[in-house]
């Protein structure tokens, strides 16, 4: 019996990520679940994501601490507020300052320690129109550094970073959880979690998640704390 | 007056770091200097780094927390035996998958958020052939990933990755530091310390460290617990 190839999946403990990694399993991948404690102000989501982690049957899931707000430049990481009024022009104050490069260089040290070939990342280009390390451009990009950066690369074991979502909407991608039968209920978007940790209802991504959910005919079994 | 622009300078603890970082400085810079904490075996070069950044007269020392132990498959954040009897064939055990990816995308995270537009890193090819994130290739696909993965990249303000060091031998770096005036006795090179905080004078870095000083002609102020 040949046995089954290990993927390494990023695991924000959203929505789409919990979508990737699934699609990675579909696929035939033994999971292994990264996940950034950065210091995020929505940390509630690492909770999450050790639920997808398990819903999905990683196995291993290992949450990485790193403090970004070493660094700072960031609503997520730093005192500044996140917006609630709705997406603006250009790249949101949301953005962390080259947080995907970051996130897929550990998943990309992690598959090489562990003898994957594949990264699974869960990002979108469509939704998040600002965010630079959302793109096809990046992946791509990402994928030539790997080969030149790793011993397995210069050995002639390249990797492949799978990033199924990329020209997916947020509808798009609740069907596709319905599809795979995925109870979203488990995974965390919201960026400012409103107190008793509820999704606060009007932070850019939960705005995308209620549209994804409304425009996909899937019924939201988020708890919002408003709605905008 | 012009203000002096930012730099983050990745520095390990040891020689060639600080000599890269000290060409930044000599070039106008203002350090931000960056090590991190990857629970590496040799992890008293930490110590070193920050003798280095205060030498170096850095604006800011971050040691980031970052272990590396979680994904395993090197001989320095593992129980495997860093090799004694010199330089072999292909790439060390020494090697840590993706490590300087992974640097230097904490560096391009600070350096967005800090408003720089340079890193400088102290690799270089020769010595260490086995390394592949040790090569021009690697570096200057890092700085293509950075063009497309930040916002200040997006918004035509690339980023530059500065390897002054790249096609110099180690003797070529214990020249320069010579020229520069370092004090090299506050840096550390072994990976694999001798009790009391010795370096151990017989894995390759010490071995690399000895001919160094040996083929400049430089007097070598390290303590060494024992010769090859």
């Given at each position: 019996m040949h046995e089954q190839p290990l993927a390494v999946a990023l695991v924000s403990g959203g929505l789409d990520s919990m979508v990737s990694a699934a699609l990675a399993r579909e696929a035939g991948y033994r999971l292994l679940a990264l996940s950034v404690d950065?210091?995020?102000?929505?940390?509630?989501e690492l909770a999450a994501a050790g639920r997808v982690a398990a819903a999905l049957g990683a196995e291993r899931h290992v949450v990485m601490p790193l403090d970004l707000r070493a660094f700072g430049g960031s609503a997520l990481t730093d005192d500044i507020a996140v917006p609630k009024d709705g997406p603006g022009e250009?790249?949101?104050?949301?953005y962390v300052p080259a947080r995907n490069t970051i996130f897929l260089s550990l998943a990309l040290g992690w598959a090489e320690a562990a003898g994957a070939r594949d990264i699974w990342i869960g990002v979108h280009s469509l939704d998040y129109a600002?965010?630079?390390?959302?793109?096809p451009e990046f992946v791509r990009a990402f994928e030539r550094l790997a080969e030149v950066a790793t011993k397995a690369g210069v050995e002639g074991r390249p990797f492949q970073v799978h990033a199924?979502?990329?020209?997916?909407t947020k509808a798009d991608n609740v069907r596709e959880a319905a599809r795979l039968g995925l109870?979203?209920?488990?995974t965390w978007s919201c960026y400012d979690p409103a107190?008793?940790?509820?999704?606060?209802?009007?932070?850019d991504t939960c705005r995308l998640r209620i549209d994804g959910f409304a425009e996909a005919g899937v019924p939201d079994p988020t708890d919002y704390a408003a709605r905008p």
């Open positions: 950065y210091n995020q102000r929505h940390r509630v250009g790249i949101p104050v949301t600002g965010y630079p390390d959302c793109r199924p979502l990329m020209t997916n109870d979203l209920s488990i107190p008793g940790d509820r999704h606060c209802g009007l932070c």
